[in-house]
């Protein structure tokens, strides 16, 4: 039991972290994104949430309390793309990044079915986050 459970860890935990990424082209430019880290995907859907909306405080329940479900009822769609494309798009090759956090009311206030919901549903594919199908639900 003890082998399967070293060689479990070798192959998870104790393998190279490999990042997915994909190449996508906007007006003749290229732009890499990135699969970003849980903890930088869990970054991004706390701030992407709109605390208005949180259902535990009226519940009774703990305010720091929240469940997935939660999270998932309180999401800001808009704000998860723009966030999206802060953490995800690269200049490709390299490490730098396109946006910085200072872009994030430049990119919330760009139009539908441009660039933000190009990259940010790259990003969404590479984190296996759906949030438009959920909304939908």
């Known amino acids: 039991m003890e082998d399967l459970r070293k060689q479990i860890r070798s192959k998870t935990i104790g393998a190279k972290a490999t990042f997915k990424t994909e190449i996508i082209e906007y007006d003749d430019v290229k732009i890499e994104v990135r699969q970003p880290s849980v903890a930088t995907r869990a970054q991004m859907m706390k701030r992407s949430r709109d605390t208005s909306k949180v259902r535990s405080r009226a519940s009774g329940k703990d305010a720091r309390e929240v469940d997935a479900e939660d999270v998932l009822s309180t999401?800001?769609?808009?704000?998860?793309?723009?966030?999206?494309?802060?953490?995800?798009?690269?200049?490709?090759?390299?490490?730098?990044?396109?946006?910085?956090?200072?872009?994030f009311s430049g990119l919330l206030n760009q139009p539908s079915g441009g660039?933000?919901?190009?990259?940010?549903?790259?990003?969404?594919?590479?984190?296996?986050?759906?949030?438009?199908?959920?909304?939908?639900?």
Do not use: H, R
Request: proline share 4%; aromatic share 12%; with cysteine.
């Open 115 to 137: 660039f933000v919901d190009k990259i940010s549903e790259a990003a969404m594919n590479l984190m296996n986050v759906t949030p438009k199908e959920d909304a939908k639900n």
């Open 75 to 103: 999401l800001d769609y808009g704000k998860m793309q723009a966030w999206a494309c802060i953490y995800c798009a690269y200049v490709p090759g390299t490490d730098e990044t396109v946006y910085e956090e200072q872009d």
